[in-house]
């Protein structure tokens, strides 16, 4: 596609609930990047992969979040056990490869709001 | 560890006038890049600028430019000639040379009036 997919856009889920959160990278991008971004607050850095392997996972705030990208492009951000806290939106970015300075492109986002 | 202080919550100008950002960082990397996102309403981040910490001169992008101070580790954003369409929220980026993530700061909110 011509830039980085998310979906849904919108997700409203029941505290308690499982949700997962899709990324489509640009096509050929080999480092895909997860944000948390609370209202009003900067994105903060959830993982990264680089291809299909998870290289940095630090920014994960519980187990009840894990990311996969299994063939090395799509990523899936599930949530389990949703907790008010959870609420935010979820930033996507990929990038042609990981140096510094490489132009991260960012999908729209999928805003979550627990209840 | 690394972190951006944006200390304008928000700022307002006039159509035409000159703006700048302030954006303060901290890192103990000897080499890093800088970048400012601007984010509209549509929450899509969009790069406006973007300068690595070892070349002195200051990046440009037509309307936009930075004041990179290496040593006081400052990085304001310049916009010259503002337009409607620069308002959105404007971030402020760190991206350490040897992780592979962004650090932002918290953000200025820019509102450009007719």
């Known amino acids: 596609g011509a830039g980085v997919s998310q979906s849904p856009r919108y997700k409203v889920a029941k505290r308690g609930q499982d949700v997962a959160l899709r990324c489509d990278p640009i096509?050929?991008?080999?480092?895909l990047f997860w944000y948390q971004q609370a209202l009003g607050q900067g994105p903060e850095f959830l993982t990264y992969?680089?291809?299909?392997?998870?290289?940095?996972k630090s920014g994960l705030p519980s187990d009840r979040f894990f990311a996969e990208r299994p063939e090395g492009s799509v990523s899936t951000l599930k949530i389990q056990r949703t907790q008010q806290e959870d609420s935010a939106v979820y930033l996507c970015?990929?990038?042609?490869?990981?140096?510094?300075?490489?132009?991260?492109?960012f999908g729209q986002g999928t805003r979550l709001t627990v209840v | 560890a690394q972190t951006v202080t944006q200390s304008q919550p928000e700022m307002s100008v006039q159509e035409a006038e000159t703006v700048t950002l302030s954006c303060t960082y901290d890192?103990?990397?000897?080499?890093?890049?800088l970048f400012w996102y601007k984010q509209p309403p549509s929450r899509q981040m969009i790069l406006v600028i973007r300068?690595?910490?070892?070349?002195?001169q200051n990046a440009t992008e037509n309307r936009f430019s930075v004041n990179f101070q290496k040593a006081a580790k400052s990085f304001s954003l310049k916009i010259s000639d503002s337009q409607l369409g620069d308002t959105a929220m404007y971030f402020c980026?760190?991206?350490?040379?040897?992780?592979?993530?962004?650090?932002f700061g918290q953000g200025t909110r820019l509102t450009i009036n007719p």
């Open positions: 300068q690595e910490a070892y070349k002195q």
């Open positions: 980026a760190l991206h350490p040379q040897g992780a592979q993530k962004l650090v």
């Open positions: 096509s050929g991008h080999v480092s």
């Open positions: 992969f680089q291809n299909e392997a998870q290289l940095d």
């Open positions: 890192t103990s990397e000897s080499n890093y890049y």
């Open positions: 970015a990929s990038s042609f490869q990981g140096g510094g300075g490489t132009e991260a492109f």
